[in-house]
Each structure stands twice: as C-alpha cells, then as structure tokens.
C-alpha cells in the first residue's frame, strides 16, 4: 500500500546504521536540556541556577495546553538556564545540567500494570505529565492530538513506523528491538482514543521489525500494515491515505477524516511511562552519514551535546560538508556541533563537502516532474513561478498552504529550482 | 437601374441607428455614475505612483477621501511642496502639515563579513531569513539581498556592497521598504534629522565584537554627553526621535562615536562607496 506521488530517493543511506544495535550512550559531565523542545509555547523552567536534582525529575512545567513537560536527564545539579545554539540555527535557551555521575532517581509516577482496565482519562494524564510528544520530527505534544473536539470521531489510530527519510533507523532499531514496547505503546494510544484495532503502518525495507512486531499483533490488538517505499510515507497525511484510502481535506487536519497518528517512538516512550513511570528523558538517535567512522544507533539522554555523538560513533573520517539534524529531506541544516538533543532528533547527519553543491536556478521548463512528486497533489512549479512575481494571492488560490515542505518537488527538479524555499517564503507572508 | 434596394438599405441603416442611439442614450441616462470632478482633478494632481505611503490604498482612494475633505494634501509624502500647494488651490481646501519622514537602514556592516554559512538559495530577504535565522552572524543586520530595493516605487535604495543605502534625495518616506524589511533594519526617521545610528542589534557588546566591528556596542558616550538626545535600549543606542531630538554636527563631533556608528546620511553613502572602491582595488 501507498500514496499517490512521491519519490524514491536512490541510495538511502540505511545500509550504514540499519544492523547496528542500539547502545545506550555513557554518561556526559553536562547536559543541556532545551526549553523550546515542543512545538508551541515552551514549557516553563522550576529550577533555579545551583538546585539539586534527581533523575527523571520534573525541571520546567508545560505552560498551557499546546506545551510539554521537561524533566532531567540525569541526577546532579543545575548550571542555569542558560543561551545554547538551538536546532533551529539561532541560540535557544536551555537548561544546563552538571550530571554528579550517579545517574540516580526514583520513576516520579505510580506504574499502570493494570492499563488494560483503567480509566483512559488516567491514561491520558500520564502522557501529559511524562511529557510526551511526537517524536518524528514535528514534537507536536501528543496529549493534543488525544483530545478530540466534541462531534470529532476517531475511529482509526495509525502508529508511523514509515520511517522514509533516506538514512535514519532509529525507528527501525526500535521496532526490531523492542516490539513489545510499541505494541504495548499503541494498544494504550488505542485505549486512550477509543479505537478498537490500531494499525502500524512499516515500509516493507524494513521486513525484520515487520516480523517482530506481528508476533505482538494478537496479544495487544494490533495489526501490521506493510508500506511500499516511497518518500514521504512517514508524512501524516500520506500515511492515513495510505493506509486507509482517506483523504485529508485541503487545510484540514488528521482528525477530520477520523485518524489520528503517531510515531512509534512515541509509543515506545508511552509504554516506560505506564508500565516502569518515567518520563521522556532519552531517545534513540541515529548517528550516521558517509564521514562518520562508525555509523549507528545510540540512546541519548535528552541535552547531548552532537559532538558527544558523533565521538560516540568514532569520529568522521574526513571533514563534514555538512551536519543535519533529522534526515536529509526534512532536516535541518546546523552551523555548531554544540547544538543539544531534543526529543524531536531521530538522526545526526554528517554529510561530506561533495553533496552539498551549490546549483545555479535558471528558468522553469515546465517538464512537470516535480507535479508528478508532490504527494499533496499540488503544483510546485506554478507556485513557484507566481511567488517568484511576487503573486502570493495566486499561490493562495492554488493551495500552497497544503504544502507540507517535504521536498519531493526540489529533488526531482531537473534545473534544481529552489521550490521549497519559495514556498516557505509565500506561507510566511500569508501567515501574516 | 433598380435604385430601390439600396435605398431600402440606406433607411433600414439609417433608421436602425437611430433607433440604437435612442437606446444608448436612455440607459446612458439610466446607469450613469456619478462622479465627483474634484475627485478627478485631485487624482490628475497626485504623482500617480500609488506608493500607499498615505496610508490608503493608492492615489485614487487617497482622492476620494482628498475631496470628502477627510485628510490634507500634505498628507501625501510624495507630492513636493508645490504640488502641494497647487491641489490645495485646485480643491480649495487647506494645505495642511506633515511631518516629513524618511527611512534608512540602520546597519553598515557587509554581510560578507559576518557570515556564519554558505546560502545559495532565493535571493530574498524574507527567504534567506528564514533559514536558520539568515546566512549572517547578526540577527539584526541587514541581509543586503534587495528585498526593499525592489519594494521601493521610487528606486531610493541602491544595495552598496551588500548592505543597503537609502539616497535622500528620492526617498518620499513611504515606509513601504520598512514593511518590507524581515528584520526591521530599515526606520522611518524625521526628514530633517541628520544624524542617525547606524546599528539595529540590541546584543551585547563583546558578543556583537565577534563578527561585527561596525556595531553599536553600548558605551553610552553620546547619552552621557547629549542626555536625552539618545537612548538605549538593550545595548544598543538610538537617536530619540520620538521626542524631536536632532542631533547638530557639532555634537556628534564632540562625541565622537568611538566605533564611527553616528553618521550623517551623507558620510554614510560616501562610506559605502568608498568601501565597495577599496574592494575593487
């Protein structure tokens, strides 16, 4: 099963880190936890320069609906909040943590052993105090997408395990290893919403986590959907056309055409907090890219800094051209190696100098290749074109707000047109 | 010969335009719109550039309200002040006074120099702005990729180097290159104000130090000595225009701005020239 348009990008990249088991990284000296983890408002720091702190303790409190907790990474004491070059490639605050060692603390929550018979409510509430948000890319806070408006039916919950970004295999790692986890994770995801059988959608390149997972599929109620390979499958619209044949409406969201979907380190992570009650503190992030020494996957706590990573992964064998964080699709490009962990960093990307080419754009041919990639069904080569003449109204009418940025136009474009970019530029200015 | 059939066709014509007419002029009659002649003769007078500066949406719609009596000519920053004058005349109504504005760009650092990567994409402000936070070091400097160049209906900004300079003599203050402007580089000042401070990143000194040498870094040399002429606000200190102040060429020589940030607009160009010769050399 898939999606109308697409691509495939050649040479995934998945070879290098996809055999590699997770290993759970030693501990650091300091750890810098950011703030602006989650998309909408940060959440809102309760320590203070020189406080103690435990393990999985709760260090900035989510402030208001669209926001997430944070807790500590590590036992030892707070350095401050302090100003740290952020993912987004200008400084970010974040809190800094001087781990004492000993790594230690109590999980801060009552484990649910008995989830199956209690009150999704309760369930619900554990999401939104272990701080738990999508941990694909978006770190969209999950609590909300559980929380349906009245007149809302949810009747299908769809665990991404696509993971079509060309190198990453942190999910991959993740579902092979521990299937139970997000089985568990997407049977409780289930009962919280109220749907029956959740589905896990997995492209079919990854036939061994496939394998595993269905050995869970009878005893929490879940079933696996085999995916094609085709980039972007992990995209949330795509993946619900997918795997139910829905459209999403132009401008809507998931819920309008009954779905709600999420990524299944989510559900990993929801799992440890019902069962063990500890909140989101580390994830698995791939370390890879053609000049890092030895590519794989590790656990880091939330704050590592990326050049702790990549000494974990044995350093680069050459200079990097270019270091990403997520995949080479949707990732975005940084200028430090001091750049921390955030629960939205699947992968840290080390390209070399050669594939970051500067192309010179001409004019657009009109060839129409880059229509037949847009999986939104749009048409990027006219919006580009009229945002190019200034002609945003234009670009209006022909949805360029459904753009959702994966790039498909810009790599299949022959002439290497910066499409997204433009597209970007014509959302911000009507966002105005 | 048979002359019947051209007649016939002669009056079948004749009598056929006639009727039309008729027609035409009865719904002329009907549908006609009014129009004001004021109106008419105040948007004859306008410049015609329909740059928005009035506020309204161009100088039609700044007619309309022009002859309601709703706003003065002098309301219109583009017109001089015989253009002024003369509509005032024509329409009969008072000249009225406005301040005079206009903008500058309030940086003066070469984006090349204070570079932190390598961007190859859409050749505009917005866009570059967007990515990461801009290709420079500076968070508030300007891009100097043209974005209000091309937006200014009068071609008052000329990118020097790659940091943009606006030409006095051609800028009307239509504010329509500050709306423009992603980071907010661009200000609208009193026409009459000489001086300005050519710094727009609120940083902190040191830190602005790293990458920039032209920036503001916060002494508070030109505060101590004019007082409220100047005001700080972060680490960066700006003419007080909001309270009339103009700074004379006396004072700031008494300053002496110690990182050469307060210009007159005229040194400023000049600057800009000479450093785009010195490249070349």
């Known amino acids: 099963m898939t999606f109308s348009g697409g691509i495939h990008p050649v040479g995934d990249g998945k070879e290098l880190s996809c055999h590699q088991a997770v290993r759970t990284a030693p501990l650091l000296e300091k750890y810098f936890v950011l703030l602006a983890e989650n998309a909408g408002k940060p959440p809102v720091p309760v320590v203070k320069k020189g406080d103690k702190v435990k393990k999985y303790q709760l260090i900035a409190r989510a402030d208001g609906f669209v926001s997430a907790n944070l807790h500590a990474p590590t036992s030892g004491e707070v350095g401050g909040i302090v100003e740290v070059p952020g993912p987004m490639g200008v400084p970010a605050a974040a809190v800094e943590i001087i781990a004492d060692g000993e790594d230690a603390g109590e999980p801060p929550f009552e484990p649910l052993l008995n989830w199956e018979s209690i009150d999704p409510e309760i369930l619900k509430q554990r999401v939104i105090d272990a701080g738990l948000v999508g941990m694909g890319g978006a770190s969209f806070p999950s609590h909300v997408k559980l929380s349906p408006p009245p007149g809302k039916e949810i009747d299908t919950l769809i665990l991404n395990g696509a993971e079509c970004e060309p190198y990453l295999t942190a999910d991959h790692r993740l579902m092979f290893e521990k299937p139970e986890k997000v089985a568990r994770g997407a049977a409780i995801f289930g009962r919280i919403l109220g749907v029956r059988r959740p589905v896990i959608g997995v492209e079919i390149n990854k036939g061994d986590a496939i394998e595993a997972l269905e050995r869970f599929e009878d005893r929490f109620g879940i079933s696996v959907v085999p995916l094609l390979v085709r980039y972007p499958q992990g995209s949330e619209k795509q993946l619900i056309n997918a795997v139910t044949k829905r459209a999403v409406r132009s401008g809507g969201l998931p819920m309008d055409a009954g779905c709600v979907v999420q990524n299944v380190g989510t559900a990993a992570a929801l799992s440890d907090a019902v069962m063990k009650g500890i909140p989101l503190v580390e994830r698995i992030v791939t370390v890879t890219g053609d000049v890092v020494f030895s590519p794989g996957n590790w656990k880091l706590k939330l704050g590592t800094p990326a050049i702790e990573a990549v000494k974990l992964a044995g350093g680069v064998t050459e200079e990097p051209g270019k270091l990403i964080f997520g995949g080479p699709m949707m990732g975005f490009a940084q200028k430090s190696f001091e750049v921390p962990v955030a629960k939205n960093t699947s992968g840290i990307l080390l390209l070399p100098t050669g594939v970051s080419v500067n192309y010179e754009a001409s004019g657009c041919i009109r060839c129409g290749r880059c229509v037949q990639g847009c999986p939104m069904n749009l048409m990027p080569c006219l919006l580009s074109t009229a945002i190019e003449a200034d002609r945003f109204d234009l670009a209006y009418q022909n949805h360029v707000m459904d753009c959702m940025e994966c790039g498909s136009c810009a790599y299949v474009c022959p002439d290497h047109r910066p499409l997204v970019q433009n597209i970007r530029r014509a959302k911000a200015e009507l966002r105005k | ?281």
């Open chain 2, 1 to 281: 010969m048979d002359n019947t059939i051209l007649l016939y066709a002669a009056l079948l014509m004749g009598i056929l335009g006639i009727v039309l007419g008729v027609i035409i002029a009865v719904f002329v009659k009907l549908f006609s719109v009014k129009s004001d002649p004021r109106v008419d003769l105040a948007l004859e007078l306008l410049p015609g550039a329909n740059c928005g500066g009035c506020g309204k949406a161009g100088c039609a719609d700044f007619a309309k309200v022009l002859a309601a009596g709703e706003v003065q000519p002098a309301n219109c920053p583009v017109s001089s002040s015989e253009q002024i004058a003369a509509i005032s005349l024509a329409l009969g109504i008072d000249a009225g006074e406005v301040e005079r504005m206009q903008a500058v760009v309030c940086c003066r650092s070469d984006i090349g120099e204070v570079r932190k990567m390598n961007y190859n994409g859409v050749q505009d402000c917005v866009a570059a702005n967007m990515v990461a936070g801009g290709p420079d070091e500076c968070r508030y400097g300007c891009l100097g990729l043209g974005t209000c160049a091309r937006k200014c209906p009068f071609g008052a900004i000329e990118i020097i180097g790659q940091v943009a300079v606006v030409h006095r003599e051609l800028c009307v203050g239509c504010g329509k290159c500050a709306a423009a402007c992603p980071r907010g580089v661009i200000k609208l000042v009193p026409a009459d104000s000489e001086y300005h401070i050519y710094c727009n990143s609120p940083e902190k000194g040191a830190n602005k130090r790293h990458f920039c040498k032209a920036g503001c870094i916060g002494c508070r040399k030109c505060e101590k000595l004019c007082g409220s002429k100047f005001k700080l606000s972060g680490f960066l200190s700006q003419v007080n225009y909001a309270d009339g102040a103009v700074v004379s060429g006396e004072e700031v020589r008494s300053i002496h701005c110690p990182v050469g940030c307060l210009l007159s607009v005229e040194e400023r160009l000049e600057a800009a020239y000479n450093k785009v010769k010195g490249n070349k050399k």
